[in-house]
């Protein structure tokens, strides 16, 4: 899933990665999900907006599905993409809300507050979103170190941390990590630090803001130039260590910031659909484009003038996100009303509907504006490789094997011919006896003819059968995953051909002999073959044994062989931390637990980030003696996704997924019951 950028306009295939022309950045873009996000006006008085696409049903109304969002718009330094997700999330819940076959009878309504991509201010912004009513059946959310902080308070993300499944996968890889560090606003020590250390090649994750000053630092510390590799996140803008240097205070000129950004590295998602086929939507991507800017024009963007707002990039994410959750939506309500009961009634103590729900989500596919669902719409195709599709090819296979054989007998049948040898003397002595020695040939008159016509065809399915193990080399799909099998049992068996062959054409007179290297041969190549592609198999079902059991969260997706160990590490956690809720909740009441988890995610955060606890602590405070200590969140529960993008912070940073999560009970913000899987 890896494209090369070479720049804005002109995203192609997948040439390896190289150092940048130069000053330019080269971009290698990885797939990336979505973010959503949502105006930060028309403040209602339940702390949250109103809704997106005008005249709507009141939010208690039956016909109305709510869902939460907590997006980026304002503030400085983050990412404050939804600046452009959020004409991209209108347009979609208008389109969503004007499909009559989709959602028959409901309309969705997104309740969001602006993050300010603050991890605190997201914090809060969670914290209202969940005591106050109406429930969300769904939370969203954008920017990754608000991602993160959400996971955090709210226990039950479990997302993958980028810096940390980075250092998982050097582990692996046998790269050494020299070191890890953070800043919160100066890099000059970190920076220094990795100079002591002498690291050379750095990896660099964070927000542009924070991106210019350690490019600035780094080249006031000499840490550039061809001794050093740098790798930045890849959506920044292209001249982004140029901008905003007096704004921003940045001790560098131009050409400095140019001389130290030359030759770095840098890592972007693919994120607009390439094709121009129609969508799911009706619209082809160039529609939505266009659509979108005559929005961000009326929004007073200046777009024709390549003057875009942030997010732009991502908009058509954010898009796809609100179909994905409508057709999501959907497809549980369909099941639902056959069982008589509504989404609307939902709550998340029904393991039974939110498996439903984790379900609907894991198998809804479309194409959409975005790589994402473009993507998906190719994919794991590529799974819909049917079960009787492999049968026809095998029993062709065989057909082909009858035919030749059949043809062999009738056409020119195996006889057994006698080949004589020279008289002998005996080997006991008398001088009155020969002896004649005979060998028996069991062979048809054209036997050379009928053997090259077999070895020719099962060598092109020799040779066949290594193109696609070659092929498939780096497919991680579970179903096709055989190819490094296949292709070493292939190896095998030519290699065994090769010896063989000439080996029994020179003992062929030798008939003992000659049976039992074949027979050998034959018996060590067929257990050899099978044992590489069946032991696998038999490990597996050892290490994995729910795995059957299991796969109903996920009926058509084929996982990775990672993903599924990421799931069954998270069904785990999951076990762990339902005992953990369980154990805690008897201890605490409401309100104690929302504070102590959010307490102690911020502990370990910044002396910012406390500052903002001191507030929310207030906040809840205030709450507290507003209702006379019985406010509790919502008594339904509540299902959490979040669609965030795989960069972040030094400190802090998300990995990409979809991931849902049921309350388990009204308890707190924080006390979720994971139940499913990453995409
Ligand atoms: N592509 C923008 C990602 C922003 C973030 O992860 O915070």
């Given at each position: 899933m890896v494209r090369i950028k070479w720049d804005n306009k002109n995203i192609g295939s997948s040439p390896p990665v190289r150092r940048s022309p130069p000053v330019k950045s080269q971009t290698v873009k990885f797939h990336e999900v979505v973010i959503l996000v949502r105006k930060l006006s028309a403040i209602s008085d339940d702390g949250c907006d109103s809704p997106i696409g005008g005249s709507l049903p009141p939010d208690d109304a039956d016909n109305v599905l709510h869902i939460g969002g907590i997006f980026p718009i304002a503030g400085e330094g983050g990412w404050q993409g939804g600046q452009a997700c959020m004409p991209a999330v209108n347009l979609a819940l208008d389109d969503v809300n004007h499909e009559k076959n989709l959602l028959p009878g409901f309309i969705l309504k997104l309740h969001s507050n602006d993050s300010e991509c603050e991890p605190g201010l997201g914090a809060s912004v969670m914290y209202n979103l969940l005591y106050y009513k109406p429930h969300k059946l769904m939370l969203l959310a954008g920017c990754s170190t608000v991602c993160t902080t959400v996971a955090e308070a709210a226990k039950m993300w479990n997302l993958v941390v980028t810096v940390e499944d980075l250092e998982a996968r050097c582990k692996e890889a046998g790269i050494e990590i020299v070191t890890r560090q953070s800043f919160l606003s100066d890099p000059s020590d970190a920076v220094r630090n990795l100079r002591r250390q002498d690291a050379r090649i750095i990896v660099g994750l964070f927000y542009v803001v924070a991106a210019r000053r350690v490019l600035c630092e780094l080249y006031q510390q000499k840490l550039y130039g061809k001794s050093y590799v740098w790798f930045f996140i890849g959506w920044y803008e292209d001249n982004w260590f140029e901008v905003n240097l007096d704004k921003e205070a940045i001790a560098c000129t131009k050409d400095q910031m140019r001389l130290a950004a030359e030759g770095h590295l840098t890592t972007e998602a693919l994120m607009w659909n390439q094709n121009n086929d129609t969508t799911i939507s009706g619209m082809t991507s160039e529609d939505f484009r266009q659509r979108l800017n005559k929005m961000l024009k009326e929004d007073g963007y200046d777009i024709d003038n390549n003057r875009y707002p942030e997010g732009y990039q991502e908009a058509p994410l954010a898009y796809d996100a609100v179909w994905s959750v409508a057709l999501a939506f959907n497809k549980t309500m369909e099941k639902l009303s056959k069982q008589g009961k509504s989404l609307k009634n939902f709550t998340y103590t029904d393991k039974e509907i939110a498996d439903e729900i984790y379900s609907a989500i894991n198998s809804t596919q479309f194409l959409g504006v975005s790589l994402f669902m473009a993507k998906q719409k190719v994919s794991s195709i590529q799974k819909k490789v049917q079960p009787w599709k492999l049968y026809t090819m095998v029993s062709g296979l065989l057909v082909m094997d009858i035919v030749l054989l059949v043809s062999w007998q009738v056409l020119d049948p195996l006889q057994r011919k006698i080949e004589t040898f020279p008289l002998e003397l005996s080997p006991f002595g008398d001088d009155d006896a020969r002896i004649r020695p005979e060998l028996e040939h069991c062979e048809s008159i054209h036997n050379n003819i009928w053997l090259g016509l077999i070895y020719s065809y099962k060598g092109l399915i020799l040779v066949f059968g290594l193109f696609l193990a070659y092929e498939t080399r780096s497919i991680k799909v579970k179903q096709i995953?055989?190819?490094?099998?296949?292709?070493?049992?292939?190896?095998?068996?030519?290699?065994?051909?090769?010896?063989?062959?000439?080996?029994?054409?020179?003992?062929?007179?030798?008939?003992?002999?000659?049976?039992?290297?074949?027979?050998?041969?034959?018996?060590?190549?067929?257990?050899?073959?099978?044992?590489?592609?069946?032991?696998?198999?038999?490990?597996?079902?050892?290490?994995?044994?729910?795995?059957?059991?299991?796969?109903?969260?996920?009926?058509?997706?084929?996982?990775?062989?990672?993903?599924?160990?990421?799931?069954?590490?998270?069904?785990?956690?999951?076990?762990?931390?339902?005992?953990?809720?369980?154990?805690?909740?008897?201890?605490?009441?409401?309100?104690?637990?929302?504070?102590?988890?959010?307490?102690s995610y911020h502990e370990k955060t910044s002396f910012q980030k406390e500052e903002k606890i001191k507030l929310l602590k207030q906040t809840l405070a205030e709450r507290d003696a507003l209702k006379g200590g019985s406010g509790n969140v919502p008594k339904d529960s509540l299902i959490v996704a979040d669609f965030v993008t795989g960069e972040g912070t030094s400190d802090s940073a998300i990995g990409g997924g979809i991931s849902v999560y049921t309350q388990s009970s009204r308890a707190s913000a924080s006390d979720f019951e994971f139940s499913g899987s990453y995409l």
């Open positions: 995953n055989d190819s490094r099998y296949v292709g070493m049992s292939i190896y095998n068996v030519v290699v065994l051909c090769l010896i063989t062959a000439p080996v029994t054409m020179v003992i062929a007179s030798q008939q003992d002999a000659s049976f039992a290297f074949v027979a050998l041969a034959i018996i060590f190549c067929c257990f050899l073959s099978m044992a590489l592609i069946f032991v696998p198999k038999v490990i597996e079902v050892i290490r994995h044994p729910k795995d059957k059991a299991e796969s109903k969260y996920n009926p058509d997706v084929g996982m990775s062989k990672e993903d599924e160990e990421k799931y069954q590490k998270l069904l785990s956690e999951n076990d762990e931390l339902q005992k953990l809720i369980a154990a805690v909740r008897k201890h605490f009441s409401v309100e104690d637990k929302i504070k102590l988890k959010i307490i």
